[in-house]
C-alpha cells in the first residue's frame, strides 16, 4: 500500500455483532467502496476441544467431535472413531459400514442445503433461502427417527453403530430424497439462471488450483477448479462403504477459467456434490445386508487402547476432516488428540481473496468458501 | 390467445389460495398441543427403582458428570437414588445405553423449562415419576 492511500485508508471491523458474520470478525482496511487488506480472525468460538478430548473416554469423544460442527454431525464424529477403530485394529460388521456411509451422505446433503439457503440470503434472496430449509426438514425428521435427536445425534461408536434402520425410518428417508430429487431442478433454475446471482458470483473470489494448494483448501473449493481431490476415492476407508458403490468424485471444469474456480462455480460444485450423495444413498438403500449393527467384541477391545498413533479422516462436506489421536498404554482417554477441521484453511484463505473486491462483495468471497466457525476455532 | 393465458394464471392462483386456506397448519398451538416425537426421543430420563442395581454404570458413562448416585438411600433390595442435573446434561444417551438392568430409559418429553435453574436438579422422586398428563387440544390428542 502507497503511503497516500494509507492516508485516506479505514479500518474497520466486520464482525462479531454483523449478522452475516454468525460470530467471526474480520478487521478490513478500506479505500473508498474497495478492501485493500482483510486480516481475518479466529478464537471467537473457541472452546479448547481439544483439551476436552483428554478427559473423555473413547466412547464419549465422539460426542465432541459432532458438536465442532452440527450441520454435518455424521460426518465431523466419524475421523475420530476411525482414529479410534485403527489403533484397536478392529473392523465393524458389515451392516454397521453401510449404515453409516448412507447416514454421513445424508448429512453431507443436509449441511449443503444449509449451505444454499444461507449463501442466498446472503445475496438477498430469499426465496432461495426457505426452499430448500423446507426440504432440509425433512432430513432432519429422518435423524431424529433414527437417533432421537435432530442435531447431536452421536450415530456412530467405535465398533459400529448405536442405532439401526427401521422401516419408518427407511420410509422418512425415502421421502426426503424423493421431495428433494423434485425440487432439485427448480432450485438448480432459480439460482444458477438468475441474473442477480450470476452477475453477483461470476467472477468473484476467483483462485487457481495451485493457489489452493498453497492455502490448504480443500473438498469442494478445490474440486471446483477441475481437480478430482476425494479422499472417498484417493483413501478409502476400512469401515465405510464406498467399494460398494458405482460413482465418480464431480468436478465441474468452466471453460471459461479452465483449472480455476470463481463463487459460482463453487456454487455448480455443491449442487453436484448433493447428486453424487444422493446417487450414492440410492444405490446403497437396496444393498443394507442382515446382522448385527455393532460387534460387541470389538466394542470391548476400545474400552482400553495399545500405545499408538492413528490418523482419522473423512472427506466432510466442507473438505478433509481429521483427527490425529496418539494413546498411551491401556488408556482410558487420548494421550493427544488433534483436529484438522477444514475451514481453517478456507477462512484464513480470505486474506488473499479479499483485497481487492468491493465491500459488497465481501461476504460473497466468504460465504462462497462455505466456512463454518466451529471447524476453525476448536 | 392472451386471454387464455390470463384465465390459466388466474386458476393457477386461486388453486394455490384454496390449497393453502384448506390445508392443515404448519404451526403447532404450543403449549396446547405439540407434535408427536419418534419412539427413540432423547428426553428427560425415567428412573425405574425396581430393576436398578446401584451398579453405577450410568454415572460411569455420563460425559458430563450430570448424574450423581446414593447408594445408601434404598426404597427396594439392592436399588440406589439418583440426581440428575438437567444443567449439564447433554442427552447423549450413554447413561441409557450403559443400563443393562432396564433400569433408566428417556421419555419424550423434551420441554424442560424452569423457572430456576435450581429447579432443573431433579431429585429421585421427581426422575422416577412422569408428572406431565398428556396434553389434548380440540379432541387431538398429543404425546
Ligand atoms: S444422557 Fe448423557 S449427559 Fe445426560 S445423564 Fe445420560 S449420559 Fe449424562
Ligand atoms: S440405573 Fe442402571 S446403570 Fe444406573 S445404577 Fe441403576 S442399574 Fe446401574
Known sequence: ?378 | MGMIRVLGDIFRVLKHIVRQTFSRPFTYFYPFEDREYPERTRGRHIHIRENCTACGQCVRACPVVAIRIDKSDRKYEKDAALYFDYTRCIFCGLCVEACRFNALFHTPVVDLSEPSREALHYDPERIETLEREPLEWRGRRFR
Not at chain 1, 476441544?49 to 473423555?56: D, G, H, N, P
Request: hydrophobic share 40%.
Open chain 1, 1 to 378: 500500500m502507497s503511503p497516500d492511500i494509507r492516508d485516506e485508508a479505514v479500518e474497520m471491523w466486520f464482525g462479531p455483532q454483523h449478522v452475516s458474520a454468525h460470530g467471526w470478525a474480520a478487521k478490513l482496511t478500506v479505500v473508498g467502496d474497495f478492501i485493500v487488506e482483510c486480516d481475518p480472525h479466529a478464537g471467537y468460538f473457541h472452546r479448547s476441544a481439544e483439551k476436552v478430548l483428554e478427559f473423555r473416554t473413547f466412547k464419549q469423544g465422539p460426542l465432541v467431535l459432532e458438536r465442532m460442527c452440527m450441520l454435518e454431525a455424521f460426518l465431523a464424529e466419524y475421523p475420530y472413531i476411525s482414529a479410534v477403530e485403527q489403533i484397536a485394529g478392529v473392523e465393524v460388521p458389515e451392516r454397521a459400514k453401510v449404515l453409516r456411509t448412507i447416514m454421513m451422505e445424508a448429512s453431507r446433503i443436509h449441511s449443503l442445503q444449509f449451505w444454499w439457503g444461507q449463501f442466498s440470503a446472503e445475496l438477498g434472496l430469499f426465496a432461495m433461502t426457505l426452499w430448500p430449509w423446507v426440504d432440509r426438514e425433512f432430513f432432519l425428521d429422518t435423524f431424529e427417527e433414527l437417533t432421537g435427536s435432530r442435531h447431536a445425534v452421536s450415530f456412530s461408536t467405535p465398533g459400529g453403530v448405536r442405532y439401526d434402520f427401521n422401516e419408518k425410518v427407511l420410509k422418512k428417508l425415502d421421502r426426503a430424497l424423493q421431495r428433494l430429487e423434485q425440487h432439485l431442478p427448480k432450485f438448480k433454475d432459480m439460482l444458477l439462471r438468475s441474473p442477480t446471482f450470476r452477475m453477483r458470483t461470476k467472477g468473484i473470489a476467483l483462485f487457481s488450483y495451485e493457489d489452493a494448494l498453497r492455502w490448504g483448501l480443500s473438498g469442494p473449493n478445490i474440486k471446483a477448479c477441475g481437480v478430482p481431490m476425494d479422499l472417498r476415492k484417493d483413501w478409502p476407508d476400512l469401515n465405510l462403504a464406498y467399494d460398494l458403490v458405482d460413482w465418480e468424485v464431480p468436478v465441474v471444469d468452466n471453460p471459461d477459467h479452465p483449472g480455476q474456480s470463481d463463487a459460482y462455480d463453487r456454487m455448480v460444485q455443491r449442487f453436484l456434490e448433493v447428486e453424487t450423495s444422493i446417487n450414492i444413498i440410492r444405490q446403497l438403500l437396496p444393498q443394507i445386508p442382515e446382522g448385527p449393527i455393532v460387534d460387541p467384541k470389538a466394542r470391548a477391545k476400545t474400552n482400553r487402547l495399545p500405545a499408538g498413533e492413528a490418523y482419522g479422516r473423512v472427506e466432510g462436506t466442507r473438505g478433509v476432516t481429521t483427527v490425529w489421536l496418539k494413546t498411551t498404554e491401556k488408556a482410558q482417554t487420548p494421550y493427544r488428540a488433534k483436529i484438522r477441521g477444514p475451514c481453517f484453511a478456507s477462512y484464513y484463505s480470505l486474506k488473499h481473496l479479499v483485497p481487492g473486491s468491493t465491500f459488497a462483495d465481501f461476504i460473497v468471497v466468504f460465504g462462497s468458501l462455505d466456512p463454518y466457525p466451529g471447524w476453525w476455532d476448536r
